[in-house]
Every structure is written in structure tokens, then in C-alpha cells.
């Protein structure tokens, strides 16, 4: 069964630090992740999706990394501001039989401090 | 601009009395999920269709049930809201695996905040 891991559960840093998440997922057999924003009693917001065949995707300011045969993410925030603050999700999907299901991670509470 | 849109945003339904939630698309995606979200947790899947598929899953309570009468909307029945079924439910959509050619990029709308008194 697929569990994936994020870590740490909250995050706070002052505004223009860079940072690094980190989301681990079991089983190493899946067709892609994906990385989500999601702020306070809203929807999520997709960010970045990586093909289990790329290394990295990069979006602004955004950069996530793949490394599947460790079963890890990162995903790279650089020059903080207070805007970032929200829950960061990382879901994985499925390889097998052409499953449309993610499986999410619990997300990591981000804040920014001006 | 395409979306996932979400009715209602807020709903506050009584012990036991049936309410549905409803999702629309414009994205033209062939895949509709309903997920599940309780506070400080990650977002359960309650069941997806693929195209008029309904797919279940096995945890699913009997108590939830979903209608796609078209490929534009979704919508999420509860019949008997229990206490532990407050939370917030997220309507999300795709392209399928074979046709995305990998892009299948899941779109979310803002959720509906289910309230059970």
C-alpha cells in the first residue's frame, strides 16, 4: 500500500529565506507527483506535476525535484515571501493498471514571516 | 477562463437530512474525483468516475453516493449526515491516463464546507 510522508508537519522562516520540502512516498512504482498549494478552508491549487521519467520541473520561483528509485520530492522555494504562507501537499500516483487515484501526503504548514 | 466550480461553498445541513453538493467543469476532462478532507488531514478519495464509470472506493460508506449525468457536472449525495461527515469536500478533474500522453494534471475547485448540526 502507498503511504506517503511529508516532513515537517509545519514550517516557519523569515521572509527571503530559501526553503526546501520534502515529501517520501513507499512504493517507488508510480506514473507521476504532483505538488499542491492549499490555503486555509480552500481548494487545492496545482503547482507542479513531475513525470516519473523527469528529475525536476520548475515553475518561477517553484522548483521540484524527483527521485523515484529513493522514493523522495523536494520541492524548492526560493527568495520566501509572506504570499507562500499556505499547506504544501504532495500526492503521488499510481502506475499500475492505469489507476487515476493519488495518494496525498498530510502537507507541510508553511509561514512566512514579514 | 476553464475551471472546477464548486455549489455550494458553505453548507449546513441538520443530523440525518440529506444534502447534495454539486461540481462543474468547463476543462472538458473526461475523469471527475470527489474527495473528502478533514481538518489537518489529507484529502481522502470517496470515489471517481472515468468517463459514466463510477469507480468506488472500498472504504467508502454506503452513505455517500455520486451522480454524473454529463461530462460538465458532478454531484455528491449523502443521504443521512452523520457528525463525523463534517468536513470539507473537494471536486477535482483530469484527462485520462491513456489520452493525457502523462499530463493528467488533477484540477481542484474550492470546495464545499459541509456543517452537520
Known amino acids: 500500500k502507498q503511504e506517503v510522508t511529508q516532513i515537517p508537519a509545519a514550517l516557519s522562516v523569515p521572509e527571503g529565506e530559501n526553503l526546501v520540502l520534502n515529501c517520501s512516498f513507499t512504493?517507488?512504482?508510480?506514473?507521476?507527483l504532483q505538488w499542491f498549494r492549499q490555503d486555509p478552508g480552500k481548494g487545492l491549487t496545482s503547482l507542479l506535476l513531475?513525470?516519473?521519467?523527469?528529475r525536476e520541473q520548475t515553475s518561477g520561483r517553484l522548483n521540484a525535484s524527483l527521485d523515484k528509485s529513493s522514493g523522495r520530492s523536494t520541492l524548492y522555494i526560493a527568495a520566501s515571501q509572506p504570499g507562500d504562507s499556505a499547506t504544501y501537499l504532495c500526492?503521488?500516483?499510481?502506475?499500475?493498471?492505469?489507476?487515476?487515484?493519488?495518494?496525498f501526503g498530510k502537507g507541510t504548514k508553511l509561514t512566512v514571516n514579514p | 477562463d476553464a475551471m472546477v466550480i464548486q455549489n455550494p461553498r458553505y453548507q449546513v445541513t441538520q443530523f440525518g437530512k440529506p444534502v447534495t453538493l454539486s461540481c462543474s467543469q468547463t476543462?472538458?476532462?473526461?475523469?471527475m474525483y470527489w474527495y473528502q478532507q478533514k481538518s489537518s488531514q489529507a484529502p481522502k478519495l470517496l470515489f471517481h468516475?472515468?468517463?459514466?464509470?463510477?469507480?468506488n472506493e472500498a472504504d467508502t460508506p454506503d452513505n455517500f453516493q455520486s451522480r454524473r449525468p454529463n461530462t460538465s457536472f458532478c454531484f455528491l449525495d449523502i443521504r443521512s449526515p452523520g457528525l463525523g461527515d463534517a468536513a470539507m469536500y473537494l471536486c477535482?478533474?483530469?484527462?485520462?491516463?491513456?489520452?493525457?500522453?502523462?499530463?493528467?494534471?488533477?484540477?481542484f475547485g474550492p470546495g464545499t464546507r459541509l456543517t452537520v448540526l
Open positions: 477535482a478533474t483530469s484527462r485520462d491516463l491513456r489520452t493525457s500522453g502523462g499530463g493528467n494534471e488533477q484540477f
Open positions: 512504493d517507488s512504482a508510480i506514473y507521476n
Open positions: 513531475i513525470q516519473s521519467s523527469q
Open positions: 500526492a503521488v500516483r499510481r502506475s499500475q493498471g492505469g489507476s487515476e487515484k493519488l495518494v
Open positions: 476543462l472538458n476532462h473526461n475523469v
Open positions: 468516475y472515468y468517463d459514466k464509470d463510477f469507480n
